[in-house]
């Protein structure tokens, strides 16, 4: 009952931050949005499944606005956002693709792009008691004490984003951080599903500093990092029982006649 009521108060106040899943009806496929650098470096090629551009490597690449709410003509094109429920029940056979990123990488590029950067706060980070320059530490601090069910979606878990009623709905999770070796893989399916052709490779890649991102795991904090994204890390990245991960496990779900290109590749960190 306190779900449903959170739920409906949610979805008056922040109307989109359900609708993960971005629908090309012409190119009949989905893509599951995780903001931030996984979105900016693929946003390219969703201009291309939109109609809006034939390059991926002449649309400009998404960097304007970080929190997500500029897509430069984006929705001109041939376009959905819709949620994980709605997308089961409109287009139950177009396969889905999404790029996660380590947790404590995606943390530090929310800290360079929303604490250090240029632009002012969006509402809920200044709501919750965020400020700009703030130190990494209290950053990470405020980070923790938010709960995932009220967490703006650049610090949601990825896992929670992407699964819906237990299951995990992207046919193909790519690891941004392997994104150059692993694109064949999406420009396999598109091919395959969309008659459209990505290129040999993303048009940019958008990484946090090393020193960030070094400042992050010599963080007092970084234990607690690890474990309030535990589940993104163990789907995602790591697997401590041994077997491939479930971002390994979908390259296959999404290639039935194993056609995609690449093996399944080793953890690594950022």
């Known amino acids: 009952m306190l779900q449903a009521m959170y739920d409906v108060f949610d979805r008056q106040r922040r109307p989109l931050r359900n609708r993960h899943y971005m629908v090309f009806r012409k190119a009949r496929v989905g893509y599951a949005r995780i903001p931030g650098a996984p979105m900016a470096t693929v946003f390219p090629v969703l201009k291309m499944l939109s109609g809006q551009a034939a390059d991926p490597h002449a649309a400009q690449a998404y960097t304007a606005d970080y929190t997500g709410h500029d897509y430069t ?6 376009i959905q956002l819709l949620t994980a429920s709605e997308l089961k029940r409109r287009h139950p056979d177009f396969p889905v693709f999404t790029v996660v990123q380590y947790p ?4 530090a590029a929310c800290y360079e792009h929303l604490i250090l950067g240029d632009a002012d706060l969006p509402a809920y980070f200044e709501e919750n008691r965020f400020r ?3 130190p990494i530490e ?3 601090e405020r980070v923790l004490e938010t709960t995932d069910l009220g967490a703006d979606n650049l610090l949601r878990s990825q896992a929670s984003m992407l699964h819906h009623k237990g299951a995990l ?11 150059p070796s ?9 091919k395959r599903q969309s008659n459209v052709d990505i290129g040999e490779g993303p048009a940019a890649i958008e990484m946090p500093t090393h020193e960030t991102a070094e400042a992050i795991r010599n963080s007092q904090y970084f234990g607690n990092v690890l474990r309030h994204y535990r589940r993104d890390y163990k789907l995602f990245f790591e ?5 491939p991960t479930a971002r390994q496990r979908s390259w296959k779900n999404s290639d039935p006649a194993n056609e995609l290109n690449g093996q399944a590749s080793s953890s690594g960190a950022v």
């Open 73 to 78: 003509g984006l929705w001109e094109g041939d």
């Open 104 to 107: 404590h990488t995606r943390l």
């Open 132 to 134: 700009k320059q703030m």
């Open 138 to 140: 209290e950053f990470l």
């Open 169 to 179: 709905i992207p046919d193909l999770v790519l690891d941004f951080n392997r994104l």
């Open 182 to 190: 692993d694109w064949s893989k999406l420009r396999s399916l598109l």
């Open 239 to 243: 697997n401590g029982a041994g077997g």
